[in-house]
């Protein structure tokens, strides 16, 4: 995975701080790992890549859950996980990912939205934030795949579009729905991020559970919590 970007300073200072992990590049660099003349330098991510989510998710979870498990009543802790729900302050984003005919990259970029390689030989594009009704996020895809310093893609061969719940601040909520303890956790609001959220706020949650040193410190963990949105303390009761 390439991340580009024109702040050079800001990739030497990322690449610094994560040795091994990422390692900045100028322009020259860059279009090396590419495979093409890139207009920018970037930050090599070795480590990540593209993910299929279905094998992803049946190599995290195995065994399906028991079909007689402990009802929400029952349950000790409950988390509520929703896509979308009334009273959480969620709203609804739209987005498109292309999927085009032309020269892909050799390896995943990303800046302004991402362009990746498809097992096909092709390319796939994204993702728009779209209104209801837009008919041109194929064409701003394609405007995408020219602006990460590839050829202008044939047409569009199909799409993927669906909807990102996020919050008015573009944050998750983890957290207590209320004040009190005995009110449901909350585990929502990803938005296009939820690869990377997900692993926090997982490690969040188990860390608070078991009473193990916590995984962000108090300020940001405030960022998080969901009563600092007036929807969910109006739901709460607060």
Same mark, same amino acid.
């Given at each position: ?5 024109? =702040? ?17 590049? =100028? ?30 998710? $049946? ?9 007689? @498990? ?41 800046? +302004? ?6 097992? =096909? ?8 934030? +779209?209104?209801?009704? =837009?008919? +041109? ?5 394609? $405007? ?17 579009? @669906? ?76």
């Amino acid at each position: 995975h390439l991340a580009l970007g024109r =702040d050079a300073g800001g990739r030497a200072a990322v690449a610094g701080h994560f040795p091994g992990t990422a390692t900045a590049g =100028d322009a020259r660099d860059a279009g090396d790992r590419a495979g093409l003349p890139l207009p920018v330098g970037g930050l090599l991510l070795p480590g990540a890549g593209r993910a299929h989510l279905p094998t992803l998710c $049946r190599a995290l979870w195995p065994t399906p859950p028991a079909p007689h @498990g402990p009802r929400p009543a029952q349950a000790r802790v409950v988390i509520a996980a929703p896509a979308a729900a009334t009273g959480l302050g969620l709203r609804p984003g739209p987005g498109t990912v292309t999927l085009f005919a032309g020269t892909p990259p050799a390896i995943a970029l990303s800046g +302004d939205g991402y362009v990746l390689p498809t097992d =096909d030989g092709g390319l796939a594009a994204g993702g728009t934030y +779209d209104r209801y009704g =837009d008919s +041109d996020a194929d064409a701003r895809n394609a $405007r995408r795949v020219v602006a990460h310093g590839l050829p202008a893609p044939g047409q569009a061969r199909g799409r993927f579009q @669906g909807l990102r719940w996020t919050t008015a601040d573009r944050l998750p909520l983890v957290g207590h729905s209320g004040d009190a303890d005995t009110t449901p956790w909350l585990c929502t609001g990803f938005a296009s991020s939820g690869l990377s959220w997900a692993w926090l706020a997982a490690e969040v949650i188990a860390s608070e559970w078991c009473g193990e040193p916590p995984a962000l410190s108090p300020t940001l963990r405030a960022h998080l919590l969901p009563a600092r949105l007036p929807e969910v303390r109006r739901t709460s009761g607060r």
